[in-house]
């Protein structure tokens, strides 16, 4: 028996996205829902963001140690394991979503349990344990619906038991060999963290030639050089061709195209996201089921007449990110609710940040991609260490800050910064490309002595031709 029950909005998906799009409709005066068939929070909560930082800080925090002398030799154990990993369990809530969906319930929204499609224009069907639900949104259904780990068409590799980011980041034990195919952001983490929890090889294969193959090009070679000091075997230009396992817990053996094998005791496949949208409904609306949803600068979903439907997230493949999603979907709930709002971040400031030692932030447009752009572009670019604050780091302290400028308009369009804790730096760098201020302002921006953002300084020094 179908039940039916009106809001103004209607969300799909109960990650950080739906429940800041729900949020921010509320906020605005509006009524709505929020269905989740798992956990309310979604993927960064459980699966990603927080447990996988709390794996990686402290090794993190020990490898810092390590390098300020006075306190290195106070360092002489390794990272706890068994404390480690209660604490994961802990920043990812146990894997409980109780407090979340108190919170859900606290702002006023209707938390709706079960698998949710569309069934029209408008319209909701939701099958929860007891009855199928008929939810009718009076303005919007906004679609945030995630992402899963895509799987490539490797012979062999869906015929048996691998990891993904969920398996690996809620793991009870240390695996003993560890192979991973994919060398970007969850490859390059997690074989840190790993690495630092005892795991005795570490091996990374990744197709294309270098790691982070998204940021610029200096950034992976620090980053390749770091984890091969800590024992990582880095394998790039390397591509798999078969999988095989011996049994179902038994010994993974990966063949590469050069014919070499390689063998595993767990094989983490981290080679990118593919959407949420194969059965959602979005066939009965008009649109083709599988791939990302493509929205305007409003986040409407194009292809849908009438401007109901929204997407937000990973589902509309705008920027993966969970903090470009929360962006998206606080303009969502404004533009629902008739205000004037723009995604603007998505095409000029999306930050991003690889929480290895050491750390890659970065926001904007590497150099090669302002160069596709037609910018006419300068590059500054000096070593962490040119600030006292960088050099006060620690000893052998490795890394570099760079920023993409448009001469043209004499505005920074892109910033990446490598070292120990830069991920901290990175919203000034944002702050400068979203507000495009010029480099002859950014000069009356004084950056406190002696901290590691007086790189700043010594980049517009670069500007100047100063050395």
């Known amino acids: 028996m179908a039940t039916d029950r009106e809001y103004d909005v209607v ?26 068939s798992a956990l309310v929070g979604g993927e960064c ?22 390098r300020v002398p006075g306190a290195a030799a106070a360092v002489t154990g390794d990272v706890d394991v068994e404390r480690t990993l209660h604490s994961r369990d802990e920043f990812a809530a146990h894997w409980d979503d109780k407090y979340q969906a108190q919170w859900v319930e606290s702002i006023g929204c209707d938390l709706v349990r079960g698998v949710a499609r569309l069934a029209g224009e408008r319209i909701v069907e939701v099958d929860t344990e007891d009855a199928t639900l008929v939810l009718r949104a009076h303005k919007a259904v906004v679609v945030a619906t995630g992402s899963g780990a895509a799987i490539p068409p490797v012979e062999g590799l869906r015929d048996i038991r691998v990891w993904d980011n969920r398996e690996i980041t809620s793991a009870k034990e240390v695996p003993g060999r560890l192979l991973i195919l994919g060398g970007g952001v969850v490859g390059v983490e997690m074989a840190q963290a790993w690495r630092w929890l005892g795991a005795e090889q570490v091996t990374i294969v990744e197709m294309q030639d270098r790691l982070v193959p998204a ?5 992976s070679d620090l980053l390749r050089a770091s984890l091969e000091r800590l024992g990582i075997e880095v394998l790039t230009g390397a591509t798999m061709v078969k999988a095989a396992r011996e049994g179902v817990d038994g010994p993974v053996t990966i063949s590469l195209e050069d014919g070499r094998e390689l063998t595993g005791d767990e094989l983490l496949v981290a080679v990118g996201r593919t959407p949420n949208t194969r059965h959602i409904g979005l066939e009965t609306v008009g649109l083709e089921a599988g791939g990302y949803l493509e ?4 986040l409407r979903v194009q292809g849908v007449d009438g401007d109901w439907l929204y997407a937000v997230g990973d589902v509309n493949g705008r920027a993966l990110l969970t903090h470009q ?29 690889v929480f290895t030692d050491p750390q890659i932030a970065a926001v904007g447009l590497t150099q090669a991609q302002a160069e596709e752009r037609g910018l006419g572009v300068k590059v500054l670019q000096v070593a962490l260490t040119s600030a006292a604050g960088g050099a006060l780091r620690g000893k052998d302290v490795e890394g570099v800050a760079q920023l993409v400028v448009d001469e043209a308009r004499r505005v920074v369009v892109g910033a990446t910064f490598t070292g120990p804790g830069v991920g901290e730096m990175l919203h000034a760098a944002t702050i400068a490309i979203v507000a495009e201020i010029s480099l002859d302002r950014l000069w009356h921006a004084v950056p406190a002595f002696p901290t590691v953002s007086e790189v700043w300084l010594r ?8 050395a």
């Open 11 to 36: 969300v799909i998906g109960g990650g950080s996205a739906g429940e800041n799009a729900a949020w921010y409709a509320i906020d605005n005066g509006l009524s709505a829902a929020l269905v989740e």
């Open 45 to 66: 909560s459980y699966w990603a963001c927080m447990p996988s930082k709390a794996l990686l800080r402290p090794g993190e925090v020990l490898a810092e140690a390590r």
């Open 459 to 466: 980049l517009l020094e670069q500007d100047r031709g100063i």
């Open 295 to 298: 929205t305007d600068d409003r």
């Open 215 to 219: 940021e610029e090009p200096f950034a």
């Open 325 to 353: 999603g929360k962006y998206q979907a606080r303009l969502v709930g404004d533009v629902i609710a008739g205000k004037d709002r723009h995604d603007i971040a998505d095409d000029i400031a999306v930050p991003r940040v």
